[in-house]
């Protein structure tokens, strides 16, 4: 198919693959969410509202790109795991980044009156994204891990922080000067004494940030009885029940112009997504879901 004169610019296109058997890790973060917190007169240390809506929109995007199989988000951002061996847009890096990006912002955007009835969004907001890939399982723990001990860290200092401005009268360089130098035993005692606040008794979306996965449905009735921290979600658009378990991992650009195939029902085993708040660190997380990790 010969081109006009023109098309030879195609060639200054160049792939960009990102490498074979490597997990792909792609983080997004709100991009200057300090003044968008602050415009749209975000609680402080933490908004329920603004949190639910991060896990809303990381939910709508892994409702739609199936081979993301970890989420795990905390203030204005969300680290999503693809599976080792995902084909996604045959593995090219901009493709992936972009859309994923997109995809999230708006659901940020279109999800916002949810969660946001009485305030209306001032300006569009927008995220940044950055993939990385790991080559073993270790170093994908160990980045999950940062991102929850990050959550622990900043969510104590910040807990502390805003109970000595909101309850304990002081300014905010006077709190900041309190806090200099101290330890984490030592904030959770200045919360506890000063303020009876027992840090552990703090919500475990604060603490612990939001832990989204696919769960596999055992044939037995789906029993969430007995995990305090664990919120079964449902997919609004009703297309889990028909889409689950069909891995999207074909999504390039020759197939978007092809006809969705939804109606196939699958009697395979379900999967339904789960927005947790609990411990990835640990072995027991991973121990109990060795699909995550097994490409
Ligand atoms: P960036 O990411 O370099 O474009 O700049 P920022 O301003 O987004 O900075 P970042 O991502 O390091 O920090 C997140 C900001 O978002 C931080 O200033 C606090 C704000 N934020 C996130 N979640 C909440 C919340 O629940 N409540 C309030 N008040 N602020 C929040
Ligand atoms: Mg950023
Ligand atoms: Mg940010
Ligand atoms: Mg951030
Ligand atoms: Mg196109």
């Known amino acids: 198919m010969a081109g006009s004169k023109y098309a030879y610019v195609r060639h200054f296109e160049l792939p960009d693959p990102l ?3 490597t997990f792909i890790v792609c983080r997004l973060d709100g991009h200057s969410f300090h003044r968008f917190s602050d415009e749209h007169a975000f609680a402080k240390p933490n908004d329920e509202r603004a949190l639910k809506l991060m896990d809303r929109a990381a939910q709508s995007l892994m409702t739609e790109y199936k081979d993301i199989v970890l989420g795990f988000g905390e203030s204005d951002e969300f680290s999503f795991l693809l599976r080792k061996t995902t084909n996604l847009y045959n593995r090219r890096h901009a493709k992936i ?3 994923l990006t997109s995809f999230f912002t708006s659901c940020y955007v279109f999800h916002w009156p949810q969660y946001f009835p009485d305030t209306p969004l001032r300006y569009p907001p ?10 073993n399982e270790r170093e994908v723990r160990d ?4 991102r929850q001990a990050d959550t622990h860290i900043n969510n104590l200092y910040n807990t502390v922080f805003w109970a000595l401005v909101q309850q304990g009268a002081q300014t905010t360089t006077e709190a900041h000067a309190t806090l200099r130098g101290t330890l984490s035993k030592a904030k959770h005692e200045i919360l506890f004494s000063r303020f009876r606040i027992n840090y552990n008794e703090i919500f475990p979306r604060f603490r612990k940030g939001s832990v989204i996965v696919w769960e596999q449905i055992p044939d037995a009735p789906h029993d969430i009885g007995n995990s305090q921290d664990m919120v079964s979600t449902q997919d609004p658009s009703g297309d889990n029940a028909v889409e689950n378990s069909e891995p999207s991992n074909d999504k390039d ?4 112009s092809q006809p969705k195939q939804k109606q196939k029902l699958q009697v395979k085993p379900r999967t339904t997504i789960e927005i947790m708040h609990c411990d990835i660190i640990g072995d027991e997380f991973w121990q109990t879901r060795p699909y995550l990790l097994s490409g």
Do not use: K
């Open 253 to 256: 650009a020759t197939s978007s």
């Open 19 to 21: 490498l074979p058997a």
């Open 126 to 135: 927008s995220f940044d994204g950055r993939i990385v890939l790991y080559p």
């Open 143 to 146: 980045y999950f891990s940062w």
């Open 97 to 99: 980044l972009t859309t």
